[in-house]
């Protein structure tokens, strides 16, 4: 009795930390799996460094995907990605306007 009496709290705490720590990070891994593999050409991605571009390729042997980042071709590993802002339309690719890198306003000087 005395066994069951001090083992009690332990197994309570592990079925805690269970519940609370390990079961939603294996969800969230499940979920980000699942994601990298539905990557497709003419999805718009963003990196985990921030990049934003459209994945061209995508190459299974080696676990790499080519983006292209207003026409410059960048090869990161799949891991990389962070997330897919869209997908791309069935009937072909989808181009998304990545914007220029010029100023939208522009003050005249007198």
Do not use: W
Not at 45 to 58: K, M, P, S, Y
Request: glycine residues 8%.
């Amino acid at each position: 009795m005395d066994l069951i009496v001090t083992t009690l709290p332990f197994i309570a705490l592990m079925g805690i930390m269970y519940l609370l720590m390990i079961r939603p990070q294996q969800k969230r891994a499940k979920e980000t799996q699942n994601m990298l593999s539905s990557l497709g050409k003419g999805d718009s991605i963003v990196t985990i460094g921030g990049l934003h571009g459209v994945v061209d390729e995508v190459i299974e042997d080696n676990n790499t995907v080519v983006i292209d980042c207003e026409g410059i071709y960048l090869t990161f590993e799949r891991r990389a990605v962070a997330r897919i802002v869209t997908k791309a339309s069935a009937s072909g690719t989808q181009t998304e306007e990545l914007g220029t890198n010029s100023p939208e306003r522009t003050v005249e000087s007198d």
